[in-house]
């Protein structure tokens, strides 16, 4: 039996198919154009196999997982031009006649963390996943199964206490302001300085004002889930970063929760180059396919 993932993004989607042991057997990128040229592409691709099992889509959002919803499966109102109200799902079911499990991007990247720390280091019951690059979300797996019942969480449009030196910054976020997405996503680089993150110096404050941001982000999801482990990825991302988010989370904690060594419990994500929703939805598409 083959596997097929589908990590649906803004600018593109990557599509693969790979065995039960979750290794890649194929793989192809497809620009994010119009639903109708996407999607058709996507099928075309998925075509080619006739041993595939099951597909597992993780995809940008916001979309609809309810399933007692008639728009379950659909893309709903992202702002992404001409994405809004598209049967992601339903597309999908018009060619391929097997079990299609749909959710977020970024629970696929936290699925694959999940399943990853758990084949080949620990078994860990819970972990949370936040991406930090365009926009910031965030996906919580407990026991192997995600977070979320109405909708699914939308951890990147958290309230934050304000860095002092960084009250004049409004932030970016068209709905909220100054959330966790509109205070560190890769964008208020160029809003708080006018260049890109990857041309500012890790030496600048404005990166500690970012940590301080995120370390509360940390602090608020180990209130809330107690996870073994939080993941963070996305471009912004680095280890350099995560030690200055380490240390403020570290402050913030003030030894009021036991969590572990904090370079395992706040971490990078193990699969290399941005894998973990590839092998989310390998080990997804496996459950729906055997369920
Ligand atoms: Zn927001």
């Known amino acids: 039996m083959l596997l097929g993932s589908i990590e649906a993004g803004g600018t593109k ?19 994010t154009t119009t639903p109708d040229e996407t999607l058709g592409k996507v099928v075309e691709y998925f075509k080619q196999f006739d041993e595939l099992g099951a597909i597992s889509v993780a995809s940008f959002g916001p979309i609809e997982i309810r399933h007692s919803s008639d728009k379950y499966g659909y893309i709903t109102n992202t702002p992404k031009p001409g994405w809004q109200d598209t049967n992601f799902v339903g597309v999908l079911k018009q060619y391929f006649n097997i079990p299609i499990y749909w959710t977020t991007d970024v629970n696929g990247s936290a ?28 996906g919580c797996v407990i026991d192997g199964k995600f977070v979320g019942d109405a909708g699914h969480p939308e ?20 709905f909220h302001g100054d959330c966790l997405e509109g205070l560190v996503s890769g964008p208020t680089f160029d809003a708080r300085l006018g260049k890109p993150g990857k041309d500012v110096p890790l030496s600048d404050p404005t990166w ?35 030690d200055k988010v380490r240390k403020q989370f570290n402050e913030l904690l003030n030894g009021y929760l036991e969590v572990g060594d904090l370079n395992d419990y706040i971490r990078m994500p193990l699969a290399k180059n941005n894998g973990s929703a590839t092998l989310g939805n390998f080990a997804l598409a496996l459950k729906a396919a055997t369920e």
């Open 13 to 31: 989607f990557v599509c693969a198919v790979g065995n039960t042991n979750y290794q890649v057997q194929d793989s192809i990128r497809i620009p």
């Open 111 to 138: 699925y694959g963390e999940y399943v990853l720390e758990t084949l080949f280091n620990k078994p860990v019951h819970s972990l949370v996943y936040y991406t930090i690059g365009t926009g910031v979300g965030a």
């Open 155 to 174: 951890m990147g449009h958290i309230k934050l206490k304000r860095h002092p030196e960084d009250i004049n910054f409004d932030g970016i976020c068209p």
């Open 208 to 242: 500690d004002i970012m940590a301080y941001y995120v370390a509360q982000a940390a602090m608020d999801a180990t209130a809330m889930f107690r996870p073994a482990e939080i993941v963070f990825g996305g471009g912004v991302v680095s280890e350099p970063f995560l």
